[in-house]
Each structure stands twice: as C-alpha cells, then as structure tokens.
C-alpha cells in the first residue's frame, strides 16, 4: 500500500504550484484567482529510497519497483466552505477519502499574488481550515446520531459503538477540539476510520517560503512549528517555486542546484518522510533476479500482514518469512522468521506460503563467503 495525501489550503498559496512540481505533471492549473483547481487533480509519485537500488544491484534484479503515493491537489477552502461558500461542498467531500491533510500554508509575501484574506498570516489560515473542517464535522455527526436514534433500539453492537464514538467526537468539537484529539481503543480504530470524520485526518502543516528561505524557514514558518508542536501535528518547510524549477531539471543539475541553495534533499523527499512519520509508516523489500519491489506498511505489522499486501493468499497460507534486515542482507547474511514477527524498516523479506495442498517454496540463494568468492543472498516474493 501507498498512501493518499490530500493537499488543501486557502486560495493562491502555492497549493497547485506545489502538486505540479510534485507530480512533474501540468494537469493542475495554477493561477492567481480562487478556485482555479475546480476538480480535484490526482498524481502519484514515486517514493525515492536509495536502499532499493542498492538491493537490485547486489540480486540482479531486472527491475525495480518503488512504492507510490498519491497527492490529491483539492479545490481551494474559503470562509464559510462548510455552508457550502466557494467550492466547499466539493473540498469536504473529496478530503474524506484521503489518509491525511497536508495543509499549504502562505508564509512568504509577494504584492503580485493576491491573499483571500487579504493578509499574510499563516497561523490565522490554518485555523480559518480547521474552523471550516469542524463545523462541517458536528454537522456530519448531528446528522448521523438522528439518523442512528431508530436503529440504536435494537440494540446491535456495532450501531451502540458507532454512537458511542461519534458523540465523543461531538464532545471534543464542542469544546474547539479536532476529532483526532480523542482518545480511541485499539478496538474501536476500525470503526472510528470509517466514521471518515475531517478532523480525524493526521494533519501536515507545509509552509510555502520563498525561494531565498528554503533551507531556514523564516520567522512566518517559525510561527507554524510553534503552532504544530503544540497540536502534535507535522511540519515541512518548502518553497514551491524552487520545486517547480527542480521537477524541469534533469537530475545531475537538480542535484547541483539544491546544494547551491543549501539544501540537502529535494522537497519531495521532505515531504514524503514528514507523511510516513505522520502515519506511523514504513517499508519492507522482496527482492530477487526479476525485480527489487518496496512496499509500505504500518510500523508494527506482522509477517503474515506485510505478506497479505502483495496478495491475501499470501497471509492465509503464510508458513513463515525467510527474513534480512536491509544491513545484514548488504552483508550476505539471513534468519527465518514466524507468524508473530514485527516487520521492520529495511527488511527484506521472502515468504513461504500454503496455497491449498501445494507447497510454494521459491529457490533461494545462500550468502557464502569464500575468499575472493562471494554469492549474495537472495530473497524476493514469488507472486
């Protein structure tokens, strides 16, 4: 699995400017007047990692397979969006399906470029989204427990929760809380996502700096950090135009370009890494001669699980993981791994399965070191 982030933010604050250069694409349209992403644009991109390169090198692989995520590059939020102001209708419903919320935020001035709101404050933006988000949320709610009074009669477990959990959502958004401050049960997680409430999105604050501030931020995105430690929220610094130039450049003068700017990686990158600690994700490795595959899990999935991403069969019938961490396997080294095993960052990994009375058992390579003569080790899925 990838996962789906959705880019929001007020009107002109760099919100298409940024999907464009993330996506090396010109589907979103970027202007300066409100509304002028009118369908929410959708780009996947790859998931940089040097480690997957390093693995083809030493298997062979043919090929190699990142893993994704998808941007969604939403309808620009007005004051008043959860009464249906602007194209908030369009905005409330396309977020829900996203995994969580980056929000752009303007923290640079430029007197060419309009603000809304006719200022620039970038905490105050934040807070305008949030408003919006929330009482779009306790209307949702309202709804649903009217909805739910019938049916709450006959008792069903599943609708007795679901009440539960959305009146405590309600509590928290009456006192000016987000949904995602509430305390929920390992239990009850399931169901609280399926509630597909706004505010229980993980949220990612980008501040969109101008070009000369990208490497240090300036006093506007020091602002946002203050802001987003106390939230327990995410943060990135990036300069949307300095994207823009990088996703034209061939990557030898990309590379040159970030140093003279100061800047260690791109921020693509930046952002990627903001999003997987946000969600508490990471990835695991199948690598073999016909290709070097990443694939994204969360922190604290089980062998038989990360199996199941690739395909169900492979978690039903799972026998055990043939396992390397991403040091030890650069080293020619191996372990067998069971059912209750965690997954970690880096693993690469090779599954044994049932698949009803036949056994798959893919040929595997052993690492042997024998003076100058050295076989690696390797480990790859076989789907």
Not at 338 to 352: A, I, M, Q, S
Request: glycine content about 10%.
């Amino acid at each position: 699995m990838g996962f789906k982030m959705g880019i929001v933010g007020l009107p002109n604050v760099g919100k298409s400017t940024l999907f464009n250069a993330l996506t090396r694409t010109a589907a979103a349209q970027a202007a300066n007047f409100p509304f002028c992403t009118i369908e929410p644009n959708v780009g996947e991109v790859a998931v940089p990692d040097a480690r997957l390169e390093t693995l083809a090198g030493i298997a062979g692989s043919k090929q190699i397979i990142p893993t994704r995520m998808t941007f969604v590059d939403i309808a620009g939020l007005v004051r008043g969006a959860s009464k249906g102001e602007g194209l908030g209708n369009q905005f409330l419903a396309n977020i829900r399906e996203c995994d969580a919320i980056a929000h752009v935020l303007r923290c640079f001035e430029d007197g060419d470029i309009t603000h809304v709101e006719g200022r620039i404050d970038p905490v105050a933006d934040a807070e305008t989204i949030e408003t919006e988000l929330m009482l779009a949320d306790m209307e949702s709610i309202e709804r649903r427990l009217t909805a739910l009074g019938k049916k709450l009669r006959g008792g069903d477990q599943e609708v007795l929760d679901q009440d539960r959990l959305l009146r405590a959502a309600l509590a928290a958004l009456n006192e000016g809380r987000p949904a995602r401050t509430v305390q929920v049960a390992e239990d009850d997680k399931r169901l609280w996502r399926q509630l597909m409430l706004l505010t229980s999105k993980p949220v990612l604050y980008v501040c969109n700096v101008e070009e000369a501030k990208a490497a240090t931020g300036n006093s506007q995105s020091d602002r946002v950090a203050v802001m987003a430690k106390a939230q327990g929220a995410g943060t990135v610094v990036i300069s949307a135009r300095i994207e823009e130039e990088l996703a034209q450049m061939p990557s030898d003068d990309a590379a040159m370009f970030l140093e003279e700017m100061g800047l260690h990686e791109a921020g693509l990158d930046r952002l990627i890494k903001a999003g997987y600690a946000l969600l508490g994700l990471q990835t695991y490795f199948t690598v073999g001669p016909k290709e070097a595959r990443a694939w994204t899990i969360t922190k604290g999935t089980l062998a038989p699980q990360a199996a199941g991403v690739i395909h169900g069969d492979f978690e039903k019938g799972f026998i055990k993981a043939e396992t390397v961490g991403y040091d030890d396997y650069v080293a020619g080294k191996g372990r067998v791994e069971g059912k209750t095993y965690e997954v970690k960052d880096g693993d690469v990994l090779h599954f044994l399965f049932n698949a009803g009375a036949q056994k798959f058992s893919p040929k595997i390579f052993r690492a042997r070191r024998d003076g100058d003569k050295t076989e690696r080790l390797s480990h790859g899925a076989s789907v």
